[in-house]
């Protein structure tokens, strides 16, 4: 269980920036489920309900989902369903109902967690995220940066009609994730990611740049699935071993690759 000083509900972005780097432990409050998981003092904790940030908009280029959206919401959206059904299927198996209506899509993305089914999904799409310093950049570039204090505002996908498959393996359904992965297909370009590794998700280049560039067939699709490991370290925890989850993927991705080229 974590703890607070103080709390606040800045009405502006520019007052939350103030607040959250004017001292080193103050933090910005999402759902605040998974803090609620470990021990943390938090000195002012910022909440940022007044902001307006809890929204789905759809145009003809982008969905835009801002940082205060539940995974809940994410999870019944017509929008969202009927454009990204992958970001449907990766948020369901996620605990449960309540806990799925407190943990918000900023949390979960600013805090680049490793068993992240969200990120795994959205890494696959033409994901962008814009934060208040750091402005908008793709999502990849922003999980590969070093961490700086910063508010995650909004998120932005493409409508770009890419096909993407989400699959993961678990203990039991409610469990966090052994290993997670997506593929996504465009024309003839492939997308494999791979998450909860155990650590964040990750892109496959290697094995997505020979799937594209190759014929598809079951040979070249082995041979992608070899690739995976040029790129992609996996790891052990107390959920699964390195070795257990490298064989996991393999299935998984193939899986998946299968499925996106039928859709």
Do not use: H
């Not at 999402?30 to 908009?57: H, P, Q, V, W």
């Not at 992240?116 to 962008?128: G, H, K, N, Q, R």
């Amino acid at each position: 269980m974590f703890t607070l000083t103080d709390i606040v509900q800045p009405n502006t972005l520019e007052e939350a920036y103030s607040i959250l780097t004017k001292r080193k432990n103050n933090q910005i409050l999402g759902g605040t489920a998974f803090l609620r998981m470990g021990k943390k003092r938090i000195g002012t904790g910022i909440e940022l309900s007044n902001l307006n940030l809890d929204y789905i908009k759809e145009d003809d280029n982008f969905i835009e989902i801002g940082a205060m959206t539940t995974l809940r919401s994410l999870e019944t959206s017509d929008i969202i369903k009927n454009n990204f059904k992958i970001l449907t299927d990766s948020v369901r198996d996620i605990i449960g109902v309540q806990f799925r209506n407190v943990v918000t899509v900023g949390g979960s993305v600013f805090s680049k967690y490793g068993f992240s089914d969200l990120i795994v999904a959205l890494l696959c799409l033409d994901t962008e995220v814009e934060t208040f310093k750091g402005g908008r950049i793709s999502l990849d570039e922003f999980l590969n940066k070093n961490y700086e204090k910063d508010i995650l505002t909004k998120i932005y996908i493409n409508k770009n009609n890419k096909n993407a498959v989400y699959k993961s393996m678990r203990n039991a359904k409610s469990d966090y994730p052994i290993l997670n992965v997506s593929v996504s297909k465009l024309d003839n370009e492939f997308k494999i990611c791979i998450g909860a590794r155990p650590q964040r998700a990750k892109v496959a280049i290697e094995a997505s740049q020979f799937l594209s560039n190759n014929q598809l067939n079951d040979e070249n699709i082995e041979k992608a699935i070899d690739l995976i490991k040029n790129d992609i370290e996996f790891g052990t925890n107390m959920r699964a071993s390195k070795e257990y989850r490298e064989q996991i993927s393999k299935v998984l991705v193939k899986r998946a690759i299968m499925e996106v080229t039928k859709c």
